[in-house]
């Protein structure tokens, strides 16, 4: 690891080291990966939701653990001080009790909705344990400047791909067809990955939040939504696009696009530090109320993005808080109507001193 | 869902059914994705680690319960009774409590490892709750027919992008490029995606068990360890090949490709119903300790594979229990030196009637 990314994960861990003498917590169990990744540079991802590959604790001075098995030692060493590396074996627990006790670290704050039952009874026969939760959440809100160019590198690699999109989309692809050209493109413009499943909804399925691409083909004359986004730095991208495949767009589809943007250029009008949350969700529904469609919005406005596609905040109605410079959300109003289908719109945008701006 | 899907999930349900009655268990909430996958068909991946689909409850006498939120209805609907689907919004839990309450449900087991601190406590605000862990793994255990056929599919485009790959791999190639020409393989070979991050491994890299491919270019005259896996049908492959890039292969190399394969052979020869599962790992120790090698082969020698690449059981030396038919699992040993590479071969084997067979 080079010095400057070293600066910057130390920094990340003395700031939450403030947080943490506010909260009083003497030492910070940190078990979701995402955290542990901001707060070390160490592994990203575990293998599976259910096989962690490394844990870290913060502790109130200093020097911070990274805990992990032999398979990583080799990525850890490469980024941390062998001194304050701990390799456990199938002992976890005893291992970590072991090594920290030794540094009269006692007791843990840790994240109830990062840790399991199992893992938390296991550890409660070592330390003392206290609930902790949103501190590392809470610095990873305000993305840093180094942060949004990741953000905005992988957003533009999602406007390269939509631009490409018309000419792609042709009737009688399929929708899993279409799913698979997308990943592609991301792929061969240099990703390290999707964000998310991809979602391409052919005509009706546009209707479904959730749609799974299938077997479904793209109709000529019709409308196709595509939920799409990329890993590029570790940072995610995610934007949605409603485009019409064939000649002239039905003046519904038209219609509700119109509409879908009006809301959109609403909420975003709007976004600058200090507004409430959820008034930028009510700004966007508003314009839908106006023209009695706004039971056809049937989802929160966005959500922060980073190391996560989903992370704080969420942009809903019921959403407290202020946005602040730094943070980034989706702005992603949709309208949908299982007879027909749907247009969903979305942009990444950044609090800025004064406002917001499209990534 | 079609008839014969449907049956094939309540049979599994039905088994479940007989263990919780065994084990006094009145209901199970299944938590975890791939189990409730495994139950019901309802979606095999949560979104995030951190943000579950849904939760499956199974009763002692059925009729069994599906939660999820508003996004998955359709999907859910599709696969279930509309009148045993439960839809949360923000109150999970309350929802959760007022749905199964209504039917007489008051105690649950839950899974230690799947559930987290969080969940368990506002949960524990409802019902009774009680540590049953391991039933549905029991299950996936064994492969029904069906599964196996869907693991030998997947295994099948292994054996295909191994094959091309002799011819792919070239000098100068980094290990990032070959990693992502293995995935579009598999995709366009009709695979839904990769079953985790394809390693390659190439000269010293190779010794890395967890090399996450990079800039690394590929020599002439070198040894590259390929390990990749892909879904198909929603089952994993994972395998591993090391190919030797040039002209003749390096003595070394070809010695320790001997004694790998020979290893391997070793366990394969003895893997039949009965033997316990540790024996597996010491066959093929012992073919590196006659050699005085055995320091190399750093990890367990395989892992049940299935829904999931890692799951039951693993075949490490303090394994406990015996093989048993239908049991679907990696044997991949492997010898590695820092200072030189490393070699790993890896066949995934279905335990038989009387033995096992390499799928």
Redesign the interface.
Known sequence: MNAADRIRYENRRERLRALLAEAGVPALLVS??ANRYYLSGFEQH??????SVGWLVVTAKGPDVLFTD???T??ALRLWPGEDLCIYG?GKHAAMAEFLLGRGVKALG?D??????????ALRGHFELA?A?GLVERLRLIKEPGEVELLRAACGLNHRIMRALPDLLQPGMTEDEAA?QV??LF?EAGAE?LS??TIVGAGRNAA???A?PGETKIERDSLVLVDAGCRLGGYCSDQTRTFWVGREPSERFQETKRLVLAAQKAAMEIIKPGLPMAEAYHAARRVFEDVGVAGQF??SLGHGIGL???EGPSLAP?TEGVFAPGMVVTVEPGLYDAAWGGVRWEYMVVVTEDGCKAL
């Not at 575990?46 to 096989?51: H, I, L, M, R």
């Not at 840790?115 to 938390?120: E, L």
């Open positions: 979701f990966a575990d293998s599976q939701c259910n096989e032999a398979r990583f080799d990525a199938a840790f109830p909705k990062a840790i399991s039952v199992f893992d938390h009874e609930p939760d698979w990943e592609r792929r990955g998310f499943p479904l939040p959730h799974i049937t989802h996560e596609t989903h019921r």
